[in-house]
């Protein structure tokens, strides 16, 4: 986790256009916490050019949309074999993957042993990292998670307490009038 100052300085890293001035000149200014990260392409025949024909997909929302989910982009990262099984036809600039459907996918191995170097001291496994990778991506899918999974747990705690009230109310103040006995005496008549 960074400090709200280290995510500032990684933030005004970026530049971002600002508003047309009186000129109609477009400015730079650095980057803030609320902007969104720069693409890494122009526009789409940008990276249509870039990735041998194939717009890439939008990762932010990929984890909840794919079947699956955290585990689906995970076995996807850390599935590929060495050598496609005996059997397996893969087609030119195709790769073998048993984990996507029809497991012959255009993207490469992406993830191997020691590729990063992390500052504690983890080892850069391919299982490590595609794990780095898979919470990542989990959270940029759903960044207000935790705070609606503490929001959750204080309401339960809160439907707890009134629970418990409403029960005593209902066993104690409303007893004498569930278990009351009305009794009707008709007047007596006289003849």
Not at 42 to 53: C, D, I, L, P, Q
């Amino acid at each position: 986790m960074h400090t709200v100052d280290e995510m500032k300085a990684m933030a005004e890293e970026n530049e971002y256009d600002t508003e047309p001035n009186d000129q109609g000149e477009i400015e730079k200014r650095p980057g803030k916490l609320s902007d969104y990260i720069p693409a890494p392409y122009k526009n789409e025949e940008a990276a249509r050019a870039a990735n041998g024909g194939a717009l890439p997909p939008d990762l932010s929302l990929i984890v909840k949309g794919r079947h699956g989910g955290c585990n689906y982009i995970f076995n996807l990262l850390t599935g590929y074999p060495d050598e496609p099984p005996a059997g397996a036809t893969v087609g030119a600039g195709m790769n073998f993957n048993p984990y996507f459907p029809g497991t012959a996918i255009a993207m490469g191995r992406v993830l191997f042993d020691g590729v990063v170097e992390y500052e504690d001291g983890t080892p850069a496994t391919t299982s490590q990292m595609a794990k780095d990778v898979v919470e990542f991506l989990n959270w940029a899918a759903e960044p207000e998670m935790d705070d609606r999974k503490k929001m959750g747990v204080k309401a339960i705690t809160l439907l707890t307490g009134l629970f418990a009230v409403s029960v005593w109310v209902k066993r104690y103040k409303w007893s004498p009038i569930k278990t009351r006995k009305i009794v009707y005496s008709p007047p007596v008549s006289r003849r």
